[in-house]
């Protein structure tokens, strides 16, 4: 068997053959790594991803072959995981979130790395610079901390009547941590009360719940944060709905579900921008050469139903700034 004959054999078996892509047979690979599990039908923000890949005509199964490969959650298998990727001799690894993007990061320092909707990059270690990125991971990002000022505001007017405030964050996290500090400094400035609670896995989410469910906070505040949270949405949003406690998160489909509200970037808009990245670098770009590029649209999407539900009436102020309504 030649050389070209078994480059095809490995490809065939999805193995890959170099670092370079445009030096051997075949397509393009994009390795992709998630903290979350990876189900059959795509999230809405995988899907926005794989539709920003189709619209620089990388179809994968056709002109692309995209790689998967998930954690389930638990955030010490992610290099692993990684790992296993690059075995696979992808090209370019995409990452969604904090924790796959820090381990893809502790893993190589060669293969491109492109982050979907990031949290603040700097504050994490993933670059020092937004501009110029000093490592070799570039992408989109957001920057929530900045947000949770905003968000507890929103909450004062839709929830006057609260005083104390449990707000869920994942302590792993840096971004949650840093949006924990605002979310304080907001409430103290308002004169709420802010409970803050960790958790660091799914046994941590679920024992948090059943403390909160005995302490019965006036809102819950969510944090915005790639991880066990944002994977747990739909059963924060219930917990909210059955205990009468108004969740508010950057998180749409949180409230989609049964929360009060979120007030965030719009996160499928940022995955699929975020294929012009992994176009650029297949094309031959490094990430030093591609600056970071922030969210410019921040959305308010309101739960009228879960306001009736739990009781209380919206002021019109805040109805007039919704971007979006759920009935």
């Not at 075949?26 to 998630?34: D, Q």
């Not at 995209?66 to 690059?86: D, W």
């Not at 993007?101 to 990031?118: E, K, Q, S």
Request: proline share 6%; aromatic share 6%; with cysteine.
């Amino acid at each position: 068997m030649n050389r070209r004959q078994s480059l095809a054999v490995l490809l065939a078996l999805g193995l890959g053959a170099g670092r370079s892509w445009a030096a051997r047979d075949g397509p393009p690979r994009i390795g992709y790594l998630s903290l979350g599990s990876i189900t059959e039908r795509p999230s809405r923000e995988r899907q926005a991803f794989l539709d920003g890949l189709r619209d620089f005509d990388l179809v994968p199964g056709k002109s692309v072959v995209l790689v998967y490969r998930s954690a389930e959650n638990e955030p010490s298998f992610l290099r692993a995981m990684c790992e296993e990727l690059l075995r696979e001799e992808v090209d370019v690894l995409a990452t969604p979130g904090a924790h796959a993007t820090l381990a893809a990061l502790a893993t190589t320092r060669t293969v491109p790395i492109v982050f979907l909707a990031l949290g603040d990059p700097v504050a994490i270690g993933a670059t020092d610079s937004v501009a110029r990125p000093t490592r070799n991971a570039t992408g989109t990002t957001f920057i929530s901390s900045e947000l949770a000022g905003k968000r507890i505001e929103l909450l004062k007017l839709a929830v006057p009547a609260a005083k104390r405030v449990a707000f869920l964050w994942e302590s792993s996290n840096r971004n949650a941590r840093a949006e924990s500090l605002g979310a304080q400094a907001a409430a103290e400035s308002l004169g709420l009360g802010l409970e803050a609670v960790p958790v660091d896995s799914q046994a941590g989410l679920n024992s948090a719940l059943r403390q909160l469910a005995l302490r019965s906070p006036d809102a819950l505040y969510v944090s915005f944060a790639a991880g066990v949270i944002s994977a747990n949405r739909t059963a924060i949003a219930e917990f909210g709905l059955r205990h009468r406690v108004p969740v508010i998160s950057g998180w749409d489909f949180m409230t989609e579900a049964g929360g009060l509200f979120s007030y965030a970037p719009d996160v499928p808009a940022m995955f699929r921008r975020s294929a012009y990245y992994v176009d650029r670098i297949l094309k031959g770009a490094k990430p030093g050469e591609l600056p970071i590029e922030q969210a410019s649209k921040i959305e308010l999407v309101l739960n009228l139903g879960t306001a009736r539900r739990l009781g209380l009436t919206l002021p019109p102020d805040l109805l007039l700034r919704a971007d979006r309504v759920v009935e």
